[in-house]
């Protein structure tokens, strides 16, 4: 298995977060909370940030981009903490407001100021109440947002710092025209930043679009979550799947596992199968109630929960200390869903254990992971583990499938031509190779016609 690697290429260990120049009681929180020095990202965006300017900033996922960017809104706000709605932050997911909320919570318990998280998915009352206390920090989806401004709701005027959180994956989703229209809205201009993964020639187009002399900063540190998580692939067959699942649940019973699928259906199908072979196994995904979810998630961050079966949307958004195993059961098509998947894991400085399902149709998905990683991930097998047998349903459609192989090749046999050739020993083998002379065209030609200049 790929053991964590050395963390000095993440952090920025010539510094520390005292000497970034953050605001005593924010100093005091981070502190607090264990973290020393900054990683690369954090250590060159924090003090541009501190100074007022407009900032895009590049780095991979899992090096820490959220306190990049909601420390200096801490520090700039310290200042005034009863200003109202003085800074947005927009997220693409309903999870990830939820969890950047949660940890600006964190940095700014020894301050007044307020922090809320308005997405869709929960009642506008219910957040329409929050928003009634004028918080100082709003964290939101953009089209919640949108929604709160059209009611009356949300202010635009009061704004004097604006964030774009992982904007590559906004604009993937579709929120590019929501984006435009609420940066176009911010009447005072003020203090903008992007944080991407990636900044595509887009991305810079859309960001200057709306900044004033931003500074570009671009690191190339390695992603903290993927040093931190010991990696390893299982090859199987789809069949096999639920069967080597329970098995590695029960062989190595993990603490606390969040086991990754990619539709709503395989997860509710795999929380069944585990529920009926004795493991308790709870479910979440889009197509429940944000209540149901909340309960869910509220239930594990308890510790009352042993196995999660979930979606990709909780990959951005579930953020617990003590997940000890991420399973990827389905690979998901994008590399970058696997960072954020095994992000769940190594949470708060601790190691994680990243364990992934391959089947044998998905070695170039494998590869593709790889290399965004910068890892080679090794193969793990368990000897006690039993394949079964092929379903019939699958033999039955690998022999429809010889079948039509061989069809092909029948009908590919029947336009082939037999040209009449001399013998070897007649023909000369330094013109032709092997001395095999064609000396007659083929008996059947496509007979198609080319125009020429003749007449």
Known sequence: MTEPRDRDDIFDTSRTFAELGLAAPIARAVAELGFVHPTRIQSQLIPVALRGRDVLGQAKTGTGKTAAFGLPILHRLAQEPEAPFAALVLVPTRELAIQVTREIREWAKHTPLAAVAIYGGQPIRTQAQKLEKKPAILVGTPGRVMDMHGRGLLPYDHVRIAVLDEVDRMLDIGFRDDIRKILGALKRGPQTIFVSATISAEIEKLARSYMKDPEKIVTAAASLTVNQVTQSYLPVEPWDKRRLLLHLLKKETPPLAVVFCRTKRTVDTVAKYLSDKGIEAHAIHGDMFQNRRNKVMDELRAGNLSVLVASDLASRGLDVEDISHVINYDLPEDPEVYVHRIGRTARAGRSG?????????????????????????????????????????????????????????????RFATTVPVVEAAAADPSRYPGGIVPIAPPEKRLGGRTKTRRR
Do not use: H
């Open 353 to 413: 254990v990243a364990w992934s399902f391959v089947c044998p149709d998905q070695g170039e998905l494998l590869t593709a992971i790889e290399m965004l990683a910068n890892v080679e991930i090794p193969r793990l097998e368990y000897q006690d583990f039993q394949p079964g047998p092929v379903p019939d349903d699958v033999r039955a459609q690998r022999e429809l499938d010889d079948k039509r192989r061989e069809q092909r090749a029948v009908q590919q046999n």
